[in-house]
């Protein structure tokens, strides 16, 4: 459905996008994963074809987004919310909602039918005459989600659709995202992995333009199972603690999260007593010492580092 070859999209010189390729499917359910600064945003532009690529290709359904005799039909298979929904506060959901199906062309005939669709499934019906200035953030949101869906398109692309919610608000939104996924193809973006864990059945991370690891849930958590976590929370942190860590035999990488130290080791060494005898040996205030397979979290962590 969507195929994305050698894409390379730049800022001056800034490379946003650095020769990505991937291919999705209808109906997956996709999150687009990364730092803030990564080059998600710039990938769902080039998919609605806000931007034009400077190297490489995207096409949609066999349509290449650089042939501009293409857009109008592109534009009717893609539904996009952008991560500030644009919404006009003077407007009730309905006129609003009703705007931008005119927009697309839907016929006065078959538009009522549409809004009260659309209103259904983003759990709109209640606030469909307010004005949309005193809606709540998740009822924006999900005006936001309806104007994407309003047209009925194949693909609705999210970027970063749970940015400023409370946590109820997420899990609605979550939901709400699941249930669209049931019958359209869904790519959102989000710097949130838990978001995207809970709601995609397929995860590509990107970093600097690139990206850095794809696939299911399970797959990018055997990826990272490879690499075992041993956790230590200590008081404080002396000025010689770090350096004799990542000297030990078997140690691979260590780091500050919080206020615990994750110590990154080698599967096949298990240097747990030498860790507690620095931090013993070093009077930092041993709380806690514990090993942990290594998450998606983790994961993350390991293949964005040094991304500022």
């Keep these: 459905m969507i195929k994305v070859e050698s894409l390379t999209k730049k800022y001056g010189n800034v490379i946003a996008l650095n020769g990505i390729s991937f291919e999705l499917n209808e109906g997956e359910v996709v999150g687009i994963l990364g730092p803030n600064g990564a080059g998600k945003t710039t990938l769902l532009r080039t998919l609605v074809m806000f931007l034009v690529p400077d190297e490489g290709a995207v096409t949609i359904e066999g349509m290449d987004v650089k042939n501009p005799s293409y857009e109008h039909a592109i534009k009717n298979k893609i539904g996009y919310l952008p991560e ?107 710097h949130v992995l838990s978001e ?14 690139r990206i850095v690891a794809d696939g299911s849930s399970e797959d990018l958590e055997r990826m990272g199972q490879k690499k075992p976590i041993v956790y230590a929370q200590v008081e404080k942190i002396t000025e010689n603690l770090m350096p004799k860590l990542k000297a030990l035999a078997g140690v691979v990488g260590v780091d500050m999260k919080g ?50």
Excluded: W
Excluded at 98 to 117: A, P, T
Excluded at 196 to 209: E, F, H, K, M, P
Excluded at 289 to 298: A, M, P, T
């Design 84 to 190: 500030h929904a644009p919404l006009y506060e003077d407007m009730t959901v309905r006129e609003y909602l009703m705007f931008v199906g005119r927009m697309y062309g839907i016929s006065e005939d078959d538009i009522y039918e549409k809004l009260s669709k659309v209103a259904e499934k983003c759990g709109l019906k209640e606030k469909i005459d307010a004005e949309i200035s005193t809606l709540s953030k998740g009822y924006r949101q999900r005006t936001g989600i309806a104007q994407a869906l309003i047209h009925d398109p194949k693909i609705i692309i999210l970027d970063e659709p749970t940015t400023g919610l409370d946590p109820n608000q997420r899990i609605e939104i979550r939901d709400l995202i699941k249930e669209i996924g049931r019958s359209k193809t869904v790519i959102l973006s989000s």
């Design 196 to 209: 995207v864990q809970a709601t995609c059945s397929r995860i590509l991370i990107i970093n600097r333009g």
């Design 259 to 308: 206020s615990g130290i994750h110590i990154t080791v080698d599967v096949h060494i298990d240097p747990r007593k030498d860790i507690a005898r620095i931090l013993v040996e070093e009077e930092s205030g041993l709380l806690e010492l514990s090993k942990k397979q290594f998450d998606l979290e983790d994961l993350f962590t390991s293949l964005t580092k040094g991304h500022e």
